[in-house]
């Protein structure tokens, strides 16, 4: 298999921001995907893209709070998210989720 093409720090810099981008588009778009079941699938859901959003401005002197970068997220409050889209986890996937946790699958550390 071919290696990819290097690209220089700025190119693979704009590509990654869009992509990141489109990512969390598509997530303000697929308010029907729950975060437990993101979390029950890839260990991470809206809100630990926030806490990495939230992180990685401070590391960079950014100040922002955790609510606004929820926002970013979210595509508006949180708060207003939960209320419009959030429906109460089921025994079933409460089951999978602690399942997944007890196991210890997946990177615990990035939350």
């Known amino acids: 298999m071919p290696k990819p093409k ?3 720090d700025e190119e693979r810099t704009a590509i990654e921001a869009a992509v990141f981008r ?3 588009q598509h997530l303000q ?3 029907d995907v729950q975060n ?3 979390m029950i699938l890839a260990n991470f859901c809206r809100n630990c893209l926030g806490k990495w959003y939230l992180a990685e401005a401070h590391q960079r002197g ?3 709070s955790d609510p606004e970068a929820r926002e970013v997220i ?3 409050p949180y708060s207003d998210w939960k209320k419009r889209f959030q429906k109460p986890a089921s025994p079933e996937q ?3 989720f602690n399942k997944r ?3 210890g699958i997946g990177d615990a550390s990035s939350h």
């Open 62 to 64: 950014v100040e922002i």
């Open 101 to 103: 946790h007890q196991v």
């Open 6 to 8: 290097e690209r220089d």
């Open 74 to 76: 979210y595509g508006m």
């Open 94 to 96: 409460m089951e999978a």
């Open 22 to 24: 489109r990512l969390v």
């Open 29 to 31: 778009n697929r308010t």
């Open 36 to 38: 437990i079941d993101l």
